[in-house]
């Protein structure tokens, strides 16, 4: 909705031909591209956003995929990725999920990220189940503590600023 423009990548053919004709706006495109072959120019993105990607590519394409990010976004960019944390969504769960080439585990994806930015900081998501009380009126939520609880989120979201290139 605030973005000058807006791209969205894809392998498939057929989820670009999908995202076209159900998500239309003036600043919005969809292209079929590989995350390590970015078909875009240096320095061209002020902000990447990767959710569940990465584990879908070799280990060797993963290193790619981040040398072209890097390559992609402006100085001082801004990269949000997410990964499953594959203690919890795979080894607690016995789950082995078909598509996922290289799961990684926090601390090794923390280890793998570092290579690429310096600047790093991340968060959990998952899928809690909660009971929210507000008023009808309340434009947003917040929550002014979490005490004494161990959450760890079934995924990783880790937030990374470019360092001036």
Not at 15 to 32: G, P, Q, S, V
Not at 39 to 63: A, L, M, R, W
Not at 69 to 96: A, C, E, F, M
């Amino acid at each position: 909705k605030y973005a000058q423009k807006v791209i969205g990548i894809d392998i498939s053919n057929e989820t670009i031909k999908y995202a076209k004709k159900n998500y239309k706006r003036e600043n919005l495109d969809f292209i079929t591209a590989s995350v390590t072959d970015l078909p875009f120019q240096d320095n061209s993105f002020d902000v990447i956003t990767s959710f569940e990607t990465i584990e879908h590519i070799s280990e060797k394409q993963q290193s790619h995929f981040l040398d072209e990010i890097v390559r992609v976004l402006k100085g001082n960019g801004l990269l949000i990725i997410s990964t499953p944390d594959k203690l919890i969504y795979s080894d607690q769960n016995n789950y082995t999920n078909e598509f996922h080439i290289k799961e990684f585990y926090e601390k090794e994806f923390y280890v793998f990220l570092n290579k690429f930015f310096k600047n790093i900081k991340f968060y959990y998501q998952s899928d809690e189940i909660c009971n929210l009380i507000y008023s009808p009126e309340s434009k947003e939520v917040n929550i002014s503590e979490i005490n004494d609880l161990n959450i760890k989120g079934k995924y990783i979201i880790w937030l990374m600023q470019q360092v001036d290139k």
